[in-house]
């Protein structure tokens, strides 16, 4: 089946630094990806909707000068973390749909958990 | 907007008893449901989807659920469950979008399963 990779799986940061995350589809084109983050034993929570090629589409109260999201091609999406703090400490799921034949399906990524220190 | 209500934040059962994981949705459009896996510590995993036709819908891992239009539920069932079904289960709808090929997805709050000896 279709497969979505997320890199790092884990990441330690200080406080005031940026960190980069990818979601690649791997054997499909993700012309949507979406990004997620989950506290623990919480739900997910949309953080925001990415198309290739156009600015990502971000949900209320996310602030999208700190969460900067890119997706330059079909197969991958980054999300940027910036100036992180401890309270950004969560695990950021992303997610991916692709076209054709792949249907309506969505394809979630393992998963990246960030601690900041 | 759709939204997803799961009852049930825990449900205990015993080792190869039937469950039942309730899951109730809203929304003024037509939906695609899903029930999502989540094992301690990574990703998502698609147990089953209903996109159209019949309301039963068989998924991985002999998990199965129905679809009720009429009641606006989407219950994941399991006729005997085993210790390795011990893990996070989400509900989660999408409207179907304009292009048919779904939109961002709304998830419940899980259940946590957890299967005893």
């Known amino acids: 089946g279709a497969v979505v990779s997320q890199h790092p799986s884990w990441v330690i940061c200080k406080s005031g630094t940026s960190v980069k995350i990818e979601c690649r589809s791997l054997?499909?084109?993700?012309?949507?990806m979406f990004w997620y983050r989950q506290f623990p034993k919480q739900s997910l929570m949309l953080m925001a909707t990415s198309n290739e090629g156009s600015k990502a589409t971000y949900e209320q109260g996310v602030e999208k000068d700190k969460f900067l999201i890119n997706h330059a091609s079909l197969t991958l999406s980054t999300l940027t973390v910036t100036s992180a703090h401890p309270e950004d400490s969560s695990f950021y799921i992303c997610s991916a749909r692709g076209q054709g034949a792949v249907g309506n399906t969505i394809y979630f990524g393992e998963g990246s958990w960030l601690t900041v220190v | 907007a759709q939204s997803v209500t799961q009852l049930d934040s825990q449900v205990p059962v015993f080792e190869e008893a039937p469950v039942e994981l309730r899951c109730n949705y809203s929304s003024s459009v037509s939906v695609y449901l899903f029930w999502y896996v989540q094992y301690p510590n990574q990703g998502l995993q698609l147990l089953l989807k209903?996109?159209?036709?019949?309301?039963l819908v068989k998924g991985i891992n002999g998990f199965e659920a129905e679809f009720n239009k009429s009641q606006t539920s989407f219950h994941l069932r399991k006729p005997s469950v085993h210790i390795s079904d011990t893990a996070e289960y989400f509900c989660?709808?999408?409207?179907?979008?304009?292009?048919?090929?779904?939109?961002?997805?709304?998830f419940g709050t899980g259940t946590q399963l957890k299967v005893e000896l």
């Open positions: 054997d499909f084109q993700a012309t949507t």
């Open positions: 989660a709808v999408s409207d179907i979008g304009l292009t048919g090929g779904g939109n961002k997805l709304t």
């Open positions: 209903y996109l159209s036709g019949s309301t």
